[in-house]
C-alpha cells in the first residue's frame, strides 16, 4: 500500500514538472581549494574549485534559479563569474573584482544567485580576478526547458570541452613577473583539453579524453575556450564538424573542418561517428596572425569508436598553421543566427549611441621597469584604472569619487589607425571612466583595431549583454561605405567577438539590463595592461526596470 502511495506521488510529482512555469532551483558549492596537480609532471599546487581542473560543470535549464555557494579555503582573493549570463537585474552576481563586486576574502563566503532568462546552451564560469581563472574555470550547461527540443538533430550523447592552457611555474608569479618588467608575461607550457595536454615530449601521457563513440551515432561537442591568452584552432581527424551554436545562442548549422575559439568563446558542435572503428585524433593548437610568441604545442585527445581495439590513431593531415588567417576568417564568416521563428534575431534597426573605439596597446614611463617603461593596453586611448571599491556598489549607493561617467564615444585623435605609420607617442590616459547609456537605449559600437606597436586580434567580451556582430571588415572602418554593408537580418549573436588583427568589428546591443556592465579583452595579459571599460545602465521605469539591491552576504572590500 505504501509504495503504491509513493508511486503515485512520483507520477504526480513527475505530471507536474512541465506545467511548472518556473524553473526548479539548482544548488552548487564552489569550495575554492589548492590542489596538488599532476599534469606535465609537474606536482605544484593549483587553485581549483572542489579541487577539480577544469573544476564542476553546472547543469541547469533554461528559467531555473541558480544558487552558487562559494567558499574561500585559499591565500588569495576570489570572485567568480559567469560568463555570458545575463543577469537580468541581477548584477551584483556577475562576478568581476571591483566591477560589480568586491572580492570574496580568504575564509568568507558568498552565494551567488541568478536566473537563466531566455538563454540555453554552453557557456562557462571563471575566477574573475588575477590571473586565477588559469585553474579556476568550468562549464555550464544550459539545457532548454523541460519538453522543448533542441533545433537540430538530437544528438546521441553529449561532451563538454575545456580548451586550457597549462603553466609549469605559479600564473600569479607569470603575471607578478611580468607587471615588474613591464614587459610581456611568459607563454603557457601546455595548452590542454579537459586539463590534459596529451603526449608530449619529456613526459608520460597521464590520461586525457578518450571520447568513445558508437558508428552512425551524432555527439554534441560544447567546446570552450578558457585559455588565458591564445585563441585556438580545434579539429578532429577524419570528422567534419556541423556548428550549431555559439556563446549559448544557436547559428544556422554550417560544416567545417576547423572551428575558431577566442578565449572566453563557446561553440557548440555535432560530430557525426561516420567510420564503422578506429581511433582519431583531436587536437587544439594557437591562432596568433601577429609577430607575438605563442605556446606552440599542440594539445591532443582520442576520439575511440567501441570495439575497435588496434592501437594506430588516425592522426591529422594538417594542422592549421598558427597563422592560418584565412581560416580564422571563412570561419567568422560563416556564423550566422539561426534567426527562426522560435530563435528570432531581435537586432536593433534604429541606434540611440553610435560608438567607436580603437583598441590598442601602448607604452608609459615606468622608472622600476626594465626599460624604463611599461607596456599597457587602453580603449580610446583610456588605459582603465582598477577602482577600490566596486562601480556597482559606486553607482548604486551614489558614491562620489570612485568614477566618472565621461568614457570618450570617439578616440581622441583620429589617424590612419591600422597604416603603416603610427603615431610616434604610444602614451596613453589613465583612468575609471565609464559610458553611461539610459534604460533600453540601443547601441552600435565599432571596434577598431590599430597597429601601435602591433596590430593584433582581440577578443572583446561585453557582460550583462548579448550583441549582434552586423559588420566587420579589414583596415579602418569606413562608416559611409561599411554600414551600408551591415547584415542587420541574421547577424551572429554572442557575448564576446574577435576583432581581427588591424581591422574592426561592429556590434549592436540594447541596454535592457540596468546595472555596471564590464567590457574587456578577453587575452588575459590585455586586460591586466588596462584593455577593459565600463557601461553603466540606468534603471528605467518601475521595478522590473530596476536592478535590485545587494544580497545581505554581499562581501566587503
Ligand atoms: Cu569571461 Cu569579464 O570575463
Known sequence: MAMQWIRLMIVLAVCMLPLSVEGMVRHYKFNVVMKNATRLCSTKPIVTVNGKFPGPTIYAREDDNVLVKVVNHVKYNVSIHWHGIRQLRTGWADGPAYITQCPIQPGQVYMYNFTLTGQRGTLWWHAHILWLRATVHGA????????????????????????????????????????????????????????????????????????????????????????????????????????????????????????????????NVLLKANHASGK??????????????????????????????????????????????????????????????????RVPIKVDHSLFFTVSLGVNPCATCVNGSRVVAAINNVTFVMPKISLLQAHFFNISGVFTDDFPGKPPVVYDFTGKKQPTNFRTNRGTRLYRLPYNSTVQLV?????MLTPENHPIHLHGFNFFVVGKGQGNFNPKNDTKNFNLIDPVERNTVGVQSGGWTAIRFRADNPGV??????????????????????????????????PRDFPKC
Not at 571596434?447 to 597597429?451: R, S, Y
Open 447 to 451: 571596434l577598431q583595431d590599430t597597429g
Open 517 to 550: 556592465w564590464f567590457m574587456h579583452c578577453h587575452l588575459e595579459i590585455h586586460t591586466t595592461w588596462g584593455l577593459k571599460m565600463a557601461f553603466v545602465v540606468d534603471n528605467g521605469k518601475g521595478p522590473n526596470e530596476s536592478l535590485l539591491p545587494p
Open 140 to 267: 555550464i550547461v544550459i539545457l532548454p526547458k523541460l519538453g522543448v527540443p533542441y533545433p537540430f538533430p538530437r544528438p546521441h550523447m553529449e561532451q563538454v570541452i575545456i580548451l586550457s592552457e597549462w603553466w609549469k611555474s605559479d600564473t600569479e608569479a607569470v603575471i607578478n613577473e611580468a607587471l615588474k618588467s613591464g614587459l610581456a608575461s611568459n607563454v603557457s607550457d601546455a595548452h590542454t583539453i579537459n586539463g590534459h595536454p596529451g603526449p608530449i615530449k619529456n613526459c608520460a601521457s597521464q590520461g586525457g579524453l578518450n571520447l568513445q563513440v558508437q558508428p552512425g551515432k551524432t555527439y554534441l561537442l560544447r567546446v570552450i575556450n578558457a585559455a588565458l591568452n591564445e585563441e585556438l584552432f580545434f579539429k578532429v581527424a577524419g570528422h567534419k564538424l556541423t556548428v550549431v551554436e555559439v556563446d549559448a545562442a544557436y547559428t544556422k548549422p554550417f560544416n567545417t573542418d576547423t572551428i575558431v575559439i577566442a578565449p572566453g568563446q563557446t561553440t
Open 280 to 345: 582519431y585524433l583531436v587536437a587544439a593548437s594557437p591562432f596568433m596572425d601577429a609577430p607575438i610568441a605563442v605556446d606552440n604545442i599542440t594539445a591532443t585527445a582520442t576520439l575511440h569508436y567501441t570495439g575497435s581495439l588496434g592501437s594506430t590513431i588516425t592522426t591529422l593531415t594538417s594542422l592549421p598553421p598558427k597563422n592560418a588567417t584565412p581560416i580564422a576568417t571563412t570561419f567568422s564568416d560563416s556564423l550566422r543566427s539561426l534567426n527562426s521563428k522560435k530563435y528570432p534575431a
